[in-house]
């Protein structure tokens, strides 16, 4: 099965916006075996869009569409739409009345423009939209089908995830493709690499190793193609290939597939009744909004305290204004002090102390940009570590948060192995 | 002058990298006045490519196509534009010169398929690449112009701003184009439509403008295209055009162009010589982050406090008991005493105090998800809102941080005036 993907948008072409839309609808296409065959960008322009459609929709079975179904005028993909399909607009009450109803828990009064996104083709299939007011749509004509959604990402993507990956999987025999992602935490892709090339080297033809690294993070992901017949053998097969990957690294795999790492450290907190928290200087909540950005944390964390003055750490961490003037507060001393501090003050069974240079500006001939003390543990025993990052920010206050959740995550497997 | 891009590789239609060179081509070419009327990826395939070319190159004055230069195998793009513009390939020995030494300086000796890299097509103008092995190539014909780039993003930027760019500027008089962005926070996409329909259908047909709507954000963007001759009289009704517009939404915009809404509080917050700090609950540490993201925050931002626990706003930031009794953790009276015990805490000018139901769980009949109650403000006034937002967790949290940080730009704003 065969896909292309159209964007439509004036701020792709001028490159205001990157275009992520296709490289994530790509992504999970390719995951359940279709295969895109071209990406178009276009503007928001009658023609351009027409003609566009229909070289694509000769050349795949389906063709997905983001972009252009605002309520402004700048939005045309709808009339272009109906245009090519022959069709008439018409007003769906039924989401009238959703869309009324959107405006008034927000308490809002719809407007004109916003009742007109309750007309939709006549022959298209609606496709709800949870998480906005562009309703999808779904257009099928001479054994094709065509699919336009918003291009707000979130919008598209939980559209895709809700309603149209289903309806396309449970009509379509579509080859069987495994994935299985290995989620590593704090050791480089080429170290990785060095440690498995004997395993990577011997994979079989039809099983795929990629490398996905993120600040801190990769992502391991095998791909196996195969068909019905063959899926047992080649799961099994995955399966082996996976445990002799994970026995050379173990310490850094935290999970698999989407599991994020302050996932796991959540679920092994509420596994032993535990709690946490944080204290931060130089990430600034970042730590923070991870731990918290899991549904359900706030049966294991408690808080945070982010002392980006010097006082605040004196006043709210108890960290000595002799350890400030000796050592600095980017130090072990401080971010151990903050961690005593911290623990003391919220009762947390376990807490993340952090305080490093973030950048661009403050770093020294000692402690260049990049350089962050981080500690972690408990009442009875603490991990303290300096880190090297980079001269970007905004990567080293990703990277930090990283780090801490690899430090916390290894001290909470460590107890739970003792 | 119209433009098309190529982008080739499998990995952009798999979506294992995502396409920034199209981004940057095409903010590029669209700052020298050149339009990108088209982006097409494709896979490295001959047959696609030379479609994709035809196609592109009759709706375009001159193509850009990055991606499979490399020696390996799957690198068709040269044999594939020799194909095309019915030539061969010669070797240039002062190439494979540049080749060994380039190999030699990296302590490394040149094998067979780099020394193909010196073979390049007779009727090309090749193109230097002072950051890699794949040289560019620059076609002629019938008045269109296609020049062939590497994939890598560092080297196909150096070849564009080093060789290719002068090329174009030097030898075509372009247009001009203006782009203005106005960014607006607090105000839905379609109600800023509603307060400039008027002046949005009487533009001009050379202007246009676009909504680009982020969660509680808008960029309004003007875009005019003109000539030097006009460019004067262009920029000052650009000018006209965006004050006209602001005039009708003035509380909203907060800034133009890439501006940020944390980076124009922090500019107020520094040239009052004044301070600020965050006392959160649903939002975890976003307000937080995100006013430390702005490089130099730390003059002006003195940190937060997280209280995710009831015992922590208690104990942290003095939200009485019975208050959390009577009104519960969501509501006006626990985020005004979350404000005043902040302000008291970290002696900071002004304060933002969030609590909410960013869910999935914890609504109620009366407080649903998407529940949040904002307050703002200083010792001596505060303003509290309860807003509305979305059954999304992720979403509530930017929403809830976007709607924090207009009501205290608005804040700060009003003190400015009085």
Redesign the interface.
């Known amino acids: 099965m065969l896909a292309s993907i159209i964007t439509i948008?004036?701020?792709?072409?001028?490159?205001?916006?990157?275009?992520?839309n296709?490289?994530?609808?790509?992504?999970?296409l390719?995951q359940i075996g279709i295969?895109?065959?071209?990406?178009?960008?276009?503007?928001d322009n009658e023609q351009?869009i027409l003609e566009?459609l229909d070289?694509t929709i000769h050349e795949s079975d389906i063709v997905f569409i983001t972009g252009g179904l605002?309520?402004?005028?700048?939005d045309i993909t709808k009339y272009t739409l109906c245009k090519y399909f022959q069709t008439e607009l018409v007003l769906i009450p039924e989401y009238l009345e959703k869309l009324e109803a959107y405006f008034k828990?927000?308490?809002?009064t719809i407007?004109?423009?916003?009742k007109g996104q309750a007309y939709l083709p006549k022959n298209a299939t609606p496709i709800e939209n949870?998480?906005g007011t562009a309703f999808g749509m779904w257009f099928e004509k001479d054994e094709k089908i065509v699919v336009s959604m918003p291009g707000?990402p979130?919008e598209m993507k939980s559209m895709m995830q809700l309603e149209i990956l289903p309806k396309i999987t449970n009509r379509f025999e579509l080859p069987e493709i495994l994935h299985k992602n290995i989620m590593t935490i704090g050791m480089g892709e080429s170290i990785i690499a060095e440690k498995i090339a004997d395993i990577e080297s011997s994979l079989p033809a039809t099983i795929k190793l990629?490398y996905?690294p993120n600040l801190g993070l990769v992502r391991l992901r095998l791909s196996a193609y195969t068909t019905k017949k063959d899926l047992k053998t080649t799961t099994l097969l995955v399966e082996q290939l996976t445990q002799s990957i994970v026995s050379r690294i173990q310490e850094h795999v935290y999970g698999y597939d989407e599991q994020k790492i302050e996932e796991v450290i959540g679920h092994l907190l509420i596994e032993n009744k535990e709690t946490i928290s944080t204290a931060?200087s130089c990430?600034?909540?970042?730590?923070?909004?991870t731990?918290?950005?899991i549904?359900?944390?706030?049966t294991y964390?408690?808080?945070?305290?982010?002392?980006?003055?010097y006082?605040?750490k004196t006043?709210?961490l108890g960290v000595k204004q002799t350890t400030l003037a000796q050592f600095g507060a980017v130090s072990a001393e401080c971010v151990e002090e903050m961690l005593d501090g911290l623990l003391h003050?919220?009762?947390s069974t376990y807490g993340i102390a952090v305080s490093g240079i973030a950048?661009?500006?403050?770093g020294t001939e000692d402690k260049p940009v990049g350089t962050v003390y981080i500690s972690v543990g408990d009442k009875n025993s603490k991990l303290t570590k300096r880190y090297q990052f980079t001269d970007n920010?905004?990567d080293n206050?990703i990277y930090s948060t990283n780090m801490a959740l690899f430090m916390i995550y290894t001290h909470l497997i460590n107890k739970k192995k003792n």
């Open positions: 948008g004036d701020e792709i072409l001028i490159g205001q916006i990157v275009d992520t296709s490289a994530w609808l790509g992504q999970t390719n295969k895109v065959v071209q990406i178009v960008s276009v503007s351009q566009t070289k605002g309520p402004t005028k700048d828990k927000r308490g809002r407007n004109e423009a916003n949870t998480r707000v979130h990629a996905l931060e990430t600034g909540g970042y730590i923070a909004s731990l918290s950005s549904a359900g944390c706030s964390y408690l808080g945070s305290v982010v002392t980006y003055s006082e605040l006043q709210e003050k919220t009762k950048g661009p500006s403050g920010r905004a206050i």
